[in-house]
């Protein structure tokens, strides 16, 4: 939930949980959650934060010193980052981050691969936008851009897929 007089004091939502291998402040915790965050009221200037728990059911505890680990930046008043999906890459700390970045000049998928193992020092290793290229609708036409997806990574054959909303809606 929300939490007053931070990043995410208005706004908090669309959870992804993995399982995996993370030390924060000292404790060793076998959950991740990053989420959408925001301390605006009409949409704007959303973020992406993390939080730690040792059970799935919680409780869970906000990654407040890196918090948000998606910053958007403060000089653009359009929707943000947000819409998050984490992948584990080993099952313990590395994984990829996606995320919806709503630029002022683009809507996209951004993803970014971190070594998460030590929360107190996260190691962003590439970040990159995810692209257009080999997407298709159901009815086999390309895409315009990527929002709101899901992704999930097959180990066996090195595959990612995805699942979003498709435009036009």
């Known amino acids: ?3 007053d007089g931070t990043w995410d004091s208005r706004h908090t939502c669309d ?7 993370f ?41 407040d010193e890196i918090n948000p680990i998606a910053k958007f930046p403060e000089e653009y008043n359009t929707w943000g ?11 313990k700390g590395r994984v990829y981050l ?15 691969r971190w070594d998460f193992s030590n929360l107190n020092e996260p190691k ?4 990159g936008e995810v692209p257009l290229g080999g997407w298709k609708m159901n009815d086999g036409s390309g895409i315009g851009f990527i929002s709101n997806a899901d992704f999930a990574y097959d180990s066996s054959t ?11 809606f």
């Open 98 to 112: 996606f995320y919806t970045a709503g630029l002022p000049t683009k809507t996209c998928t951004m993803v970014e």
């Open 15 to 21: 959870p992804a949980v993995i399982k995996g291998e």
């Open 23 to 63: 030390a924060y402040n000292g404790e060793s915790y076998n959950y991740i959650m990053t989420y959408l965050g925001c301390v605006t009221s009409d949409n704007s200037r959303n973020e992406v934060g993390l939080a730690v728990a040792k059970q799935p059911e919680g409780p869970w505890i906000k990654c």
């Open 158 to 168: 090195g595959a990612f897929y995805m699942i979003a909303d498709s435009r036009p």
């Open 81 to 91: 980052y947000g819409q998050p999906s984490i992948v584990s890459m080993d099952k």
């Open 1 to 3: 939930s929300p939490t």
């Open 124 to 127: 962003l290793e590439a970040r």
